[in-house]
């Protein structure tokens, strides 16, 4: 894959403590976030969108404070 978008899973390193993570962008319908399934219309999962391997995206999440994540893999999900 060579952006991230719907029906995909992003694997990402977050810039604040380095720690590496997995999202899988679907529908509303199906976000589970404990489970690291976000919605395409959350603010991490429009961050996310279109954005290709080596990118950062910054996003604003609920602690009000600005996270970077570095894309490091982009595969199909569904």
């Known amino acids: 894959m060579n952006v991230a978008g719907f029906g995909t899973r992003v694997r990402v390193r977050d810039q604040r403590d380095g720690a ?6 679907l529908g509303m319908w199906e976000a589970d976030p404990e489970r690291h ?3 395409y219309l959350t603010p991490l999962g429009q961050a996310f969108l279109n954005a290709a391997v080596g ?10 404070a ?3 994540f ?3 893999a982009i595969e199909r999900a569904i």
């Open 20 to 25: 590496e993570r997995v999202f899988t962008i």
């Open 55 to 64: 990118d950062t995206v910054e996003v604003a999440l609920g602690d009000g």
């Open 70 to 72: 570095e894309i490091l």
């Open 37 to 39: 399934v976000i919605s």
């Open 66 to 68: 600005r996270h970077a």
